[in-house]
């Protein structure tokens, strides 16, 4: 029979093992949480760490990409034992007589012109006479240059010409190349004013005669120019020079090219113009 709401209600009390836990529940909710939490931090960080990057530079790119080196106003600050970077204004287009010319009035203009003097005092068309009055008469200064002709007609006499295994005109013996070519590694200046300057080139150069029979081989040699340099008119002018040996690196170990191959190099590849 049914029973009516007046009689008094029973409670079934289950075993403890068989209860629901509150405290069971909050345990299982508690590793979703911890879950949640790490996967906001980490996602946090990842944000950050994008943002801080946005703000770099690429390394592979420089800072100003319409600066150059050669444009640069001064050299930069170089690694320790590197020595001075290059640097400088471009070279110039200028030349008279195959000679560079047209040099900035600047420290670096005068760099670039002993450079360019060294090379061509280096050269082979020294030995001869006709074309060593041309180059003195285009890179001396006019007040001294007739003292440096005199004094590199003297220099480059025919027994200097014999010395190096040619005639008194620069003429190698028939089938055979001379060689006299000077390559600057580097110049410094000295004593810098608007009027003058010392520069200081330092050379390696090749000298020799290029031939299967030849009892002068073409050989290496490291020496210092000096050259004394005025301002004159619109350009930088040679008043002296001298030349002294070294500084020389220790020789590689290296196999000597042959007198083809050595000939070869000497007609096929051209010299340069130099700028500071």
Known sequence: MPLSDDQPHTRTR????????????????????????????????????????????????????????????????????????????????????????GFPHTDQGAQSAGANYAVAIGSADMFRADSRHTIVTTIADPATAQTLQSR??????????????????????????????????????????AESVKVEVWCTGLFGIAGERSVRPVSEEWFTVTLSLRWVGEDWKLTDFSRASGPAPVPPDQQAATAEEITGAVEQFGGFRYAR
């Open 152 to 193: 590199l007609d003297q220099g480059f006499s025919p027994e200097t010409a014999a010395r190096f295994g040619v005639d008194a005109q620069g003429r190698a013996p028939k089938g055979m190349t001379f060689v006299s070519r000077t390559v600057p590694v580097g110049t410094k200046s000295s004593g810098y004013t």
């Open 14 to 101: 289950l075993p403890v093992g068989e209860q629901p836990s509150s405290q069971m529940s909050a345990r299982q909710a508690r590793p979703l949480r911890t879950l949640l939490t790490v996967l906001l931090v980490v996602t946090l960080l990842v944000l950050a760490i994008s943002v801080a990057n946005r703000g770099k530079p690429d390394p592979g790119r420089s800072a100003d990409p319409g600066r150059s080196a050669d444009r640069a106003g001064a050299a930069p600050t170089a690694a320790s034992g590197a020595g001075p970077a290059p640097s400088g204004d471009q070279p110039v287009t200028a030349t008279v007589n195959g000679i560079a010319a």
